[in-house]
Nanobody
Framework: DVQLQASGGGLVQAGGSLRLSCAAS????????IGWFRQAPGKDREGVSC????????YYADSVKGRFTISSDNAKNTVYLQMNSLKPEDTAVYYC???????????????WGQGTQVTVSS
């Protein structure tokens, strides 16, 4: 079974940093695109970043460009989201997702992990 385990969320002050991890199992990691999404209360799920594990190509939402960096450790079947210069508007539950198809930042991925809460205080 495909499993995605997101971790690393927490409470941080504005301007701080967090690193989220998405540990994957049950599928051939190199064949997939891994995406990070977030959902704040009362808002739609929003694509944050994604990475093609096979070639490392990455995409970012405009709202996080220059602040967030996605990377993958293929030996550990894990994708990371380094979040710097965090803002209160980054507060949300963050989810990782996996799919063979190139959905980019659209929330159409087949497999989803549980969320991890990120709270940025002002």
């Amino acid at each position: 079974d495909v499993q995605l385990q997101a971790s690393g969320g927490g409470l941080v002050q504005a301007g701080g940093s967090l690193r989220l991890s998405c540990a994957a199992s049950g599928f051939t990691f190199d064949d997939y695109v891994i995406g990070w999404f977030r959902q704040a209360p009362g808002k739609d799920r929003e694509g944050v970043s994604c990475i093609s594990v096979s070639d490392g190509s990455a995409y970012y939402a405009d709202s996080v460009k220059g602040r967030f960096t996605i990377s993958s450790d293929n030996a550990k079947n894990t994708v990371y989201l380094q979040m710097n210069s965090l803002k209160p508007e980054d507060t949300a539950v963050y989810y990782c997702a996996a799919d063979r198809a190139g959905w980019g930042l659209l929330p159409e991925y087949e497999h989803w992990g549980q969320g991890t809460q990120v709270t940025v205080s002002s």
